[in-house]
C-alpha cells in the first residue's frame, strides 16, 4: 500500500507542477508567415511558390533531433470572386515531413511536390530550408480559369498535431507542443 500511496503522491505533485506553467510557454516569439509568394501562369498549369519563415523554434527542433517526425500542412485554395459568396475552383493540400534517424545521423525530408524522392541530408540547416520551400507547385489547371477574370489564390500553413506517448498525453493534455499556424495570405491575381 505504500508504494501506491507515494506513486499516487508524485502523480499528483506532477500534475500540479505541469499545469502551473502556461501552455504559452511553449508559444513562438516570431509567429510563422508565409513570404515570397510567386505565381506562374504562363504554362498548362498554375503553379505557385513561396517561403515559410519562423516555422521552426527550439523546442521542436529538440524533438524533431529526439527522432520526433514533422509534418507541416500547406493548404492552398483558388477562389473565383462573386457577389455574395466566392467560388473555390481548387483545394489542395501539401504535407511536408522531416524525420531525423539517429542512427545514421541524417535527416529524411518528404515532399509533395517531388513524390517519387526522399531528400535525405546530414545537415540540419538544409532539412529545414527544404521543409519550409514550396516551390513551383501546379495548383489548377489554366483551361479552368477565363481570360481577364479576377481569382484569389490563398495560402495556409500549419503543424500538424503531434501524437505524444500515451502517459504525456494525460500529464499535458492541455498542451500544444510547439503549434504554429499562419493566417490566410490572399494574392488577387488576373488570368
Request: net charge negative; proline share 4%.
Given at each position: ?16 507542477v ?21 505565381l506562374?501562369?504562363s504554362?498548362?498549369?498554375?503553379r ?12 521542436m ?6 527522432g ?32 531525423y534517424n539517429?542512427?545514421?545521423?541524417e535527416f529524411?525530408?518528404?515532399?509533395p511536390?517531388?513524390p ?7 545537415s ?8 519550409s ?5 501546379p495548383?489548377?489547371p ?19 498535431k503531434?501524437e505524444?506517448?500515451l ?10 507542443l510547439w503549434?504554429?499556424e499562419?493566417?490566410?495570405?490572399t ?5
Open positions: 500500500m505504500k508504494f501506491s500511496l507515494t506513486w499516487k503522491s508524485l502523480l499528483i505533485i506532477l500534475l500540479a505541469a499545469t502551473a506553467c502556461p501552455p504559452v510557454c511553449f508559444a513562438t516569439d516570431n509567429p510563422a508567415e508565409i513570404s515570397d509568394i510567386r506562374d501562369k504554362g498548362k498549369e498554375l505557385v511558390s513561396f517561403e515559410l519563415s519562423n516555422c521552426f523554434n527550439s523546442e527542433e529538440e524533438a524533431i533531433l529526439d520526433v517526425p514533422t509534418t507541416f500542412r500547406i493548404l492552398v485554395s483558388v477562389e473565383k470572386p462573386a457577389v455574395m459568396l466566392n467560388t473555390t475552383i481548387a483545394d489542395l493540400t501539401l504535407l511536408h515531413t522531416i524525420r539517429r542512427l545514421n545521423n529524411q525530408v518528404n515532399l511536390e517531388v517519387q524522392e526522399c531528400f535525405v541530408t546530414k540540419f540547416s538544409e532539412a529545414k530550408r527544404w521543409m520551400r514550396v516551390g513551383k507547385v495548383v489548377i489554366t483551361c479552368w480559369l477565363s481570360k481577364d477574370q479576377a481569382y484569389y489564390l490563398n495560402v495556409k500553413a500549419e503543424l500538424s503531434v505524444l506517448p502517459i504525456f498525453r494525460y500529464i499535458l493534455f492541455w498542451a500544444s503549434d504554429f499562419t493566417g490566410w495570405y494574392v488577387e491575381f488576373l488570368y
